[in-house]
């Protein structure tokens, strides 16, 4: 099955007002027929940018969310409300957000049940850190991430969303996984899927996230499993993020 290929630039705690709008202005006019292409500015730039994309195919998204839809939770953010802001996709489960703010698969099952049911589309990541993988338990690691994430999910919901790979050790060092190391835990977590999702699995989108460049972009892009990717670094310049959009065409 061909899968549309899906780029994403995640700025992180990046830009201010202005900025955000210049960029995602310069993404929308790199955007390429046949890619999915989008961003998730921060929070508070996510109305502005919201307007400088209407009219262009660029996609907005959310960095993260909560679960509830409303009520007393300080400081919070649900997916209706990224819906009605504009978005139509939220990041799941950064390992930044794993790792700096506690997330457990058990409250990314509950994030990407709540992104559902609003409408929105889920890219739920997951990844093994340098010590994992020297110790031989990238998929062991991989697969309890996938497997808690999308606890529950009927077998269309998986089908629709998108899984982000990003090896912990690769996301924002300079390190990039080989072609075919990321290839294998692609094929990896289709195998997974499969089990979770019968043929829904051809269907689902598994991007690769980490240190995605425009010198490394068109070899990893290329492999059969590989169907985008979660870019942080090189998503911050438009030359560089339209590069990768590029080399997915
Ligand atoms: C990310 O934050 O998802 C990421 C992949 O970052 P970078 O491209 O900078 O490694």
């Keep these: 099955m061909s899968r549309v290929p899906f780029i994403c630039g995640n700025w992180k705690l990046n ?48 960095q993260n969310c909560y679960h509830q839809d409303a009520g007393a939770f300080t400081g919070e953010i649900s997916p209706p409300l990224l819906a009605d802001v504009g978005c139509k996709f939220v990041i799941v489960g950064h390992s930044e957000r794993r790792q700096l703010f506690g997330e457990t698969d058990e409250g990314v099952n509950l994030k990407v049940k709540a992104v559902l049911d609003a409408g929105l589309l889920p890219i739920v990541c997951v990844g093994e850190t340098i010590d994992q993988r020297k110790a031989g338990d990238t998929m062991k690691v991989v697969s309890a991430q996938v497997k808690g994430g999308l606890k529950g999910l009927a077998p269309e919901q998986i089908g629709s969303l998108v899984l982000a790979y990003e090896p ?58 590989i169907d985008g990717a979660l870019v942080g670094g090189a998503a911050l310049k438009a030359e560089d993020f339209v590069a990768i959009i590029e080399a997915a065409v």
């Design 15 to 62: 830009k201010t007002l202005s900025e955000a709008v210049a960029l995602a202005r310069a993404v929308a006019a790199g955007a390429a027929e046949g890619v999915d292409v989008g961003v998730a500015p921060v929070a508070t730039a996510l109305h502005s940018v919201a307007g400088a994309l209407g009219g262009t195919p660029v996609l907005l998204g959310a």
């Design 168 to 225: 912990v050790w690769a996301i924002g060092t300079g390190l990039t996984a080989t072609t075919d190391q990321a290839q294998q835990v692609h094929a990896d977590i289709r195998a997974l899927l499969r089990e979770l999702a019968g043929d829904e699995a051809e269907r689902a989108r598994i991007q690769y996230g980490g240190s995605v460049k425009p010198s490394n972009a068109a070899a990893l892009l290329d492999q059969p499993d």
